[in-house]
């Protein structure tokens, strides 16, 4: 009799608790997929690539991976009726809303007499395991990752299975072209493939290539949009192609061969751990991607202005780097996270927009949109979360570009009609229109004039702020 082994977001063969469990069954195993329908259009696109490299791994191994859409519990209980099956194995989210709808089918399984195996899946260190002294939840991150990085370190990672028995009836499935998860007439992802490579043999491909080239500098590097000196690993981790465990030991490897590295190795990690603190802070406070977890941040007085979050989300601010950080969003489905900081905090100070509508753009064109890690990141750019920036601290568009993109490179990149304009000019070209002029870039015709003025938007934002405190 079979055994469901049901792939969710750990689209892998290695490293996987729910794989090696059917693997070592000795029952066929059945591998099955359910559409996630709420996933935004750009994980669409990552989603049909990772499948289909997942189909043929799992083809590799003698089996086919059958692919369903439809209620998961309906989905199951069908697929059980069907084919006889009398266990599944899968990975227990580490989405609080995902994880209580686990445990409730679970346990419906259990009562029907199937075997359900679960195991912990997608972070280093579970969200109940690491408390203070006193046994509570850390709302601070340094302290989090002191104890996290004091605690057992994650479980050395397992190989992937040798074979995978296919039941001797095969499965029907939808076929993955019906589920038309790519965008057809306009392709707004076109620009998305010569960027990425989803799957499993992308993710390590793209973690060795990493290894080799950018971990030693990383913390020296890694705020730099102009260089392109991160992992890009975020996509891969956020659809389970590598789990967060393979990365921690490849690092450490690294580390072990070259000790220079210790100083990009222990900046990366702490990385990894941001991601992990998401999750921690998203199982305490499951409201997270809709609530700000300061309360009194729910009064703050916000605009609605369509205008100004179209032009936000076209890149079309007049902010150069503002606009660089959407254009690549579009383009490519990733934007490089100081970027994002800066675009971020654009859209909650400068437009005084709800940070809620920042949060559903990207969770619509990120390829690595990531419940917990968007959430969290956006309240802590709005200074509305835990262990977040305060609200007084605004980012300078302009600052920030000048430090962090000095030769105005990635500007060039994503916003060319800039691109002939001298470096002193290209972060701010409305200070000084008629050089801009000089140089072929007439504002309002060939790239917008600044749609606010930032010191009067700053000012602006300030005395949201202070209106926020005298309620209080
Ligand atoms: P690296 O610098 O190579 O870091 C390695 C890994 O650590 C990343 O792949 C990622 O998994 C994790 N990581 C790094 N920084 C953070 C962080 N600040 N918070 C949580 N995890 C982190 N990341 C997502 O994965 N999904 C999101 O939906 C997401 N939304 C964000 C929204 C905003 C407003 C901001 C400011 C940040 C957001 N981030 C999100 C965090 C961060 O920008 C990305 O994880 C990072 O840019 C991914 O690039 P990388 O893989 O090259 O990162």
């Known amino acids: 009799r079979p055994m469901i082994l049901w792939f969710r977001r750990d689209l892998r063969l290695s490293d996987q608790q729910a794989v090696a469990s059917a693997a070592s ?10 559409l996630d329908e709420t996933m935004g259009g750009a994980a669409r696109w990552w989603l049909h690539h990772s499948l289909a490299g997942l189909h043929r791994d799992i083809a590799a191994l003698g089996n086919r991976l059958v692919l369903r859409r439809g209620p998961a519990t309906e989905v199951i209980a069908g697929l059980i009726a069907e084919t006889g099956a009398e266990a599944i194995a899968f990975n227990r989210s580490p989405d609080p809303a995902v994880a209580a709808s686990d445990e409730a089918l679970a346990r419906r399984l259990r009562q029907a007499g199937i075997e359900v195996i679960t195991s912990d899946g997608g972070l280093l260190f579970e969200p109940g395991g690491i408390r203070t002294g006193t046994g509570q939840r850390f709302r601070v991150f340094t302290p989090f990752w002191r104890a996290c990085r004091a605690a057992p370190p994650p479980a050395w990672p397992l190989p992937a299975p040798e074979a995978l028995p296919a039941p001797s009836t095969p ?5 993955l072209d019906d589920w038309c998860l790519l965008p057809t007439a306009p392709d ?16 390590r491909a793209r973690l060795a290539a990493f ?15 102009d260089l392109q000196a991160t992992s890009r690993l975020s996509p891969h981790l956020a659809f389970g192609e590598i789990s967060p465990g393979q990365v921690w030991h490849a690092a450490h490897h690294a580390l072990a061969r070259d000790p220079a590295r210790s100083t990009g190795v222990e900046r990366f990690l702490s990385e990894l751990g941001w991601r992990e603190f998401s999750y921690h802070l998203l199982a305490a406070e499951p409201e997270m991607p809709r609530r700000p977890l300061r309360p009194e941040f729910a009064r703050f007085p916000t605009l609605r202005d369509d ?4 032009a936000w989300q076209r890149g079309l601010t007049g902010y150069p780097i503002v606009d660089a950080g959407m254009r690549e969003l579009w383009q490519t489905g990733w934007m490089h996270n100081r970027v994002r900081m800066v675009a971020a905090s654009f859209l909650i100070k400068d437009l005084l927009l709800p940070w809620t509508e920042g949060l559903a753009w990207f969770a619509d064109t990120l390829v690595d949109h990531d419940v917990a890690s968007n959430a969290a990141s956006w309240q802590w750019v709005a200074g509305c979360g835990a262990d977040a920036a305060p609200f007084f601290r605004i980012f300078n568009p302009t600052l920030q570009s000048r430090k962090f993109d000095p030769a105005g ?8 009609e800039l691109a002939r304009l001298p470096d002193e000019l290209i972060h701010a070209p409305a200070a000084d229109p008629d050089r801009a002029a000089r140089h072929g870039v007439v504002l309002g015709r060939d790239y917008p004039a600044p749609i606010v003025d930032h010191d009067a938007a700053r000012q602006r934002a300030l005395a949201a702020l202070a209106s926020l405190k005298q309620e209080n």
């Open 171 to 175: 499965v029907a499935g939808d076929k």
């Open 307 to 310: 205008t100004a979050l179209r």
């Open 409 to 416: 490179a990635y500007i060039r990149r994503f916003v060319p």
């Open 188 to 203: 707004w992802a076109r620009g998305f493939a010569p960027c990425w490579q989803p799957g499993e043999a992308g993710a």
């Open 25 to 34: 069954s000795g029952r066929p195993v059945i591998p099955l997929h359910i």
């Open 211 to 225: 290894i080799r080239h950018d971990l030693r500098d990383y913390g020296a590097r890694r705020d730099r949009p």
